[in-house]
């Protein structure tokens, strides 16, 4: 049985969805949205997030990428409150999830810590020839490749210098190898 991961990059507008069978999607809110407030908006995307774990039934782990501190103000503190939101809910719905710190997807996307949203996409479009426009999907992609290498089935050859970026995410108790469910 195929290792059924997934990858989230959370995002307060536009959370970018890798699902456990390689599809991409976005979980978009904003101005003009059905939600009454922040608090509403919050929950929401973590009902979506969750309802994407719940779809890929026998889930493996979810792939989340950790806080961001570069945001400002309020969004920073609305930035980790939907993060812990994501979390716990998965978590609650017996869910594994892996944390992999921005820097450190930057490194096993493209070798770089300091990689732009630009270099991100263009290592997508080198290594697979997927040509991602959203750069929530081309992150979700890159988070969701990041658990299937941990596990030992990498969707796409990677250096092993790239790789050792895996080493620096914290991974749930999923043994090596394995494409038994956690949780």
């Known amino acids: 049985m195929e290792p059924r991961v997934i ?3 959370l995002s307060l507008t536009a959370t970018g969805v890798a699902c456990a069978d390689g599809s991409l999607l976005t979980i978009r809110t904003g101005p003009g949205d059905h939600l009454a407030d922040e608090r509403d908006r919050l929950r929401w995307i973590a009902d979506e997030a969750v309802a994407r774990t719940e779809a890929a ?4 782990f979810a792939v989340v990428e950790g806080p961001s501190f570069g945001s400002k103000g309020n969004a920073l503190h609305q930035l980790g409150g939907l993060w812990w939101l994501v979390v716990d809910a998965l978590m609650a719905v017996g869910a594994a999830v892996a944390v ?12 770089s810590g300091s990689a732009t949203k630009p270099d991100m996409r263009m290592a997508l479009y ?3 020839g997927l040509d991602v426009k959203d750069d929530n999907r081309v992150d979700a992609w890159w988070l969701r490749a990041m658990g299937l290498d941990y596990l030992g089935r990498p969707p796409v050859a ?4 790239q ?4 080493g620096k995410a914290r991974w ?7 494409t038994a469910a956690a949780g």
Not at 100 to 111: D, F, N, Q, R
Not at 158 to 161: I, K, L, R, S, V
Not at 163 to 166: D, E, N, S, V
Not at 172 to 178: E, F
Request: net charge positive; no cysteine; charged share 20%.
């Open 57 to 60: 039934r026998v889930l493996t």
């Open 163 to 166: 790789r050792a970026a895996l």
């Open 7 to 9: 990858g989230l990059d």
């Open 172 to 178: 749930p108790q999923v043994p090596r190898g394995s």
């Open 100 to 111: 992999v710190p921005p820097g450190t997807l930057k490194v096993y996307a493209t070798g």
């Open 126 to 128: 080198k290594r697979t």
């Open 158 to 161: 990677m250096p092993q210098a």
